[in-house]
Structures are given as C-alpha cells and as structure tokens.
C-alpha cells in the first residue's frame, strides 16, 4: 500500500480556526485517522461521540463530517492511494471500516506515523520501500491492538506482557543470568504458581520448558562454533554443575555434548 | 528472513569475563552484529582493528574470532535461521559479507533491534510478520546507512537533511502555514540561493514546483469533499487572496476551482 499525503499530530484550535471536515462525497481516498482529542464524526449518515485515541478507518466515497467537542482538535492523518490499497489485506486483520474505535492506547501507532512522515518527504535512500514495509507494521499493529483489547482489557495487563517479555528474552539471551523459576517469579512481583500460569497462557508453553531450551539451543551453538571446554559451556548457559548440563543436554539432544560436538 | 535467536546491548565486561568468540567453523548461521565498543575481529584469516559503531555480517561458515580492545565489549546480535536467508536481498542492497564495516551512527538500527527483541520473544499478536517486516527495515536501513555514508559524509549533512524533511513536509501538508522561499530559507538558516540549491540536490525537485503542487493537491481535495467557498479554499490553501488561486489552480489542472468541483 501507498500513501498519498500524511500528517503527523495536527493541531486546531477552535479559537483561531473553525475547524469543521465537511465532506459529503467521502474524504476521496481511503483515510486513516487517529483522533487525539474528543470529537464529533458523522459517518455515512451517524454521528458518534468519540473519545481521545479513538482511530478510524475512512473509504474514499462514505458521506463524513468530523469536529472537535471541546476547544482543540488534534489528529494524525494518511491518505492513501486509491489504485494500491489493499482492501482484502485490511479485512483480513479484522479492521473495520466507516466505524471510529476506541483504542485506549495509541502511542505506537502514532510513533509509527511519525516515523511515516519521514520517510514520505525525505525522498531517502530506499525510502519508498521503508515505506510500504512500515505501513504494513502500522496495520499489523492496529490490528494487534484492536485484539489484544478484547482478550485482556488493562493496560495493566499490557505492562504485565513487557516484563515477562523481558523475562524471556534473559531465558533465551543470558542463560547464564537466570536462576530458577522462585528467582524469576520475584522479578515479576509473582507467587511461584501465579508466575507460571501465567507465563503460559502468555506464550502457549512452560517457563521450565523455555529455560531448557534456552540452554540447550545456547549450547550447541557454542559446542559446535567454540573450542570452549565442556565445564565452561556449562558454565556460560547457567548450569552450576557441568554434569547436571551433561545429563540435561543427553536427555535433550540424544547425544552427549562431546559426542555432539564430535559429530559437526 | 526469520530470526534464529537476537539480543540488544549485550555488554561483556573483561574485569569479570574474558570474552573470547573462537569459532573456527564459523558461528553456525548468518550472524549480524552491530559492534558497539573497540573490538579485535579475526574473520576469514585476516585480522581487523574495529571502530566502535561498525557492524558485520557473518557468513554461518566463515572461521570467526572476536573480543574487546578495551576494557568493555558489547554489541547487538541477529542470528538468522539458515534456510530463510534471502542472500540474494542482502547483496542487492549492496550490504557486504564477512568484513566489519564502520558506520559512524547505528541508533536507528540498534533501536530497530530493539524492537525486534520485543517481537521475537513476545509471542504477542501478528509478532512473526511484524518481525519480518521489521526485519527488512532492518537491511534496508543498513543499506540507506552504507549508501549515505558515501554520498554526504558528515553527520552534519544528514541533520540538515533531516531539517530540510520537516520543512518539505510543512509545504504538503500545511501550505497555509508556508510562507515565501526566503521565509523558509530563513528557517532552513541559509540564504535563499545555497536553500534552493540544497532543495533541488536532497529531493531532485524545486522548492517552488513543490509549494505549487502541496496548494494545488490540497484546493483538489478541499473542492471535490467539502462544501467551502473559494475563498475559505484559497487561504487553507496559503493564498494571501483568492484570484491569484483562482489563477494557478487554473494553470496547474486546466480548469478553475469551480469548474473542477462540478466535474466530479
């Protein structure tokens, strides 16, 4: 998909500028709207009350107005070409059209158009297609919020799903950094058994099974590319012991790690 | 392409570790890092004295041998799954194998890595595709950093680059706000000759043709999706009064305003 025009965080104020989108034959292209102020949009003959990070998705020929509620409207705001949207695309991630929506949070989406203008004006090396690549993140996003808002509700939760994220990527990054899963659950301010439900409902698998892994995968990838000794390989991907390592990596692999090592 | 394993800001202090990468077969799968300290690389049998800030791309099976110059070795590292490696892509973007390249700025990048940590290990919402997409971004923004580094060699120019954006987005997107050429050649704080030359170099177009066309797009919206008058058009169009809009508008489309309004 292509844009047309695009602005980032436009400001009016109802004191210097009646600002009122009259548009009874449709915006003329399909326009996309993250609304940053309470406002008031008729589309395609209703009117809604919309709240502050709001978003909503335009075709080119529905009947709109749109105006602040208050003293100042602010959006950010693309239109794209009509010949490259890519209508299935979008329904296929479940983003409505015509209807604005409440989104709660719409910090990313924003940074991402922000990150749009740029590469749209810059005329950059390889800036049309950084573009296509991000306007694709920027649905993909919006559609991951529109469905992360139905499956768990709080930002709370969404603040939860960063630090247990981070959680994981230690388990598969620094292996030699994390202790057992007591350990983990104080990082995350958990019980022990809170921790674990709901590491799995968050990634479909076990906190147990994703610390083996990250282990082993850690360490066939130094058995095979280092010259490392057995004890310090065990070392570096977190065991205490080089023969608990030895028989985890057995259990895991089906080989030693010698006889793994041996047969790259 | 597909991510094997990433982490971001790993840093190996040599009081507590003596960090070696030995891996005489090489690191097993196409590896890229962004080098973010003095390092010794030995890569291929040859050695290289590497400046913080440089990058590398690895080959799976490329003998490799690197540690710190100083004190501190700390980088970002990608390790890419083998059998959706687009190597074909990579040299097209003319990004090099196998030999440490200095970049001078790698923020964009690192931040990019960032964020794919996040994606990777998340297992939020469209996480793969959204990695994918990011992933391109990635080399493509290796490459814009390759390729700028030898056409405009100073941080200095890309800051000004990076001004002269915001001023071309001001003119397409806020035309009432656009004043004449030595007004933004003011703001650009040049004259008005070295602004319009600069202008012409960065975007392979004249400032003015560009005043022109954001006025002209935006009276062609205005006039086919709302219902203002001519006049209210021609100042939201940054026309001090509406004859000379009546006058270019004709120039540029082949017809008036009012005559376009009710051809659609």
Redesign the interface.
């Known amino acids: 998909m292509k844009i047309g ?3 980032y965080n ?1 400001v009016h104020d109802m004191k210097y500028e009646n600002f009122i ?8 292209a399909v326009l996309l709207l993250l609304i940053k102020t309470p406002a008031v949009f008729k589309v395609g003959g209703v009117q809604y009350q919309v709240k502050e990070n709001s978003f909503i998705l335009m075709s080119p020929d529905t009947p709109c107005y749109y105006t602040a509620q208050e003293n100042v409207y602010t959006d950010d705001w693309v ?1 794209f070409e009509n010949d490259d949207w890519d209508k299935e695309y979008v329904e296929k ?1 479940g983003i409505p059209m015509d209807i604005p929506v409440y989104l709660g949070d719409m910090d990313e989406l924003s940074h991402l158009v922000h990150i749009l ?2 590469e ?7 800036s049309e ?2 573009e296509k ?2 306007i ?2 920027l649905f ?2 919006l ?2 919020t529109l ?2 808002r139905n499956c768990m509700s709080s930002k709370q939760l969404s603040e939860r ?2 630090r247990f ?1 981070q959680i ?2 230690m388990i ?3 292996p030699d950094h994390v202790g057992n899963v007591d350990d983990l659950a104080a990082q995350a301010g958990m019980s022990r058994s809170g921790f674990q439900h709901l590491y799995k409902k ?3 698998t076990t906190v147990i099974k994703d610390i083996i892994e990250g282990r082993t ?1 850690r360490a066939k ?1 130094l058995l ?5 000794t057995i004890k310090e390989i065990s070392t570096r991907c977190g065991y205490t012991n080089e023969y608990s390592f030895m028989r985890q990596f057995k259990e895991q692999v089906g080989k030693t790690p010698t006889e793994y090592r041996s047969s ?1």
Chains 1, 2 share one sequence.
């Open positions: 025009s695009i602005g436009h989108m009259d548009r009874p034959k449709g915006p003329g239109y991630l203008v740029y749209h004006y810059s005329g950059a090396v390889n297609e950084i690549k991000y694709d993140v993909l996003m559609s991951r469905k992360s799903h960063y994220t994981r990527t598969f990054t620094m968050l990634f479909g995968k990838r095979s590319s280092t010259r490392l790259i």
